[in-house]
């Protein structure tokens, strides 16, 4: 009886500092501008998009050269791989 009491008053204060944060911050949250890159690890492979160049480059390890690149087109359209230079 006493470690269920124990639980359910956990449980009340977890839900009241909940909804006193939801309360008291209410500013609006802004989606970060697409002008920051955005990398990905795929095992060994590391890739980088940039949405304002609207391409994706393949590095072969962190630190690497570029090995090839993606253009990001229209959606559905064909997207050519070019070597980096």
């Avoid at 090839?68 to 070597?83: A, V």
Wanted: overall charge positive; hydrophobic content about 40%; proline content about 6%.
């Amino acid at each position: 009886m006493k470690r269920s009491l124990i639980i359910f008053l956990q449980a009340l204060i977890l839900v009241l500092a909940f909804a006193a944060g939801s309360l008291w911050n209410r500013r609006a949250v802004h989606a970060q501008a697409d002008t920051a890159p955005v990398a990905y690890a795929f095992g060994h492979n590391l890739s980088v998009y940039y949405p304002v160049e609207k391409k994706l480059y393949v590095y072969t390890e962190l630190g690497g050269n570029c090995v090839y690149s993606y253009s990001l087109g229209t959606p559905g359209g064909p997207i050519p791989r070019e070597n980096c230079k």
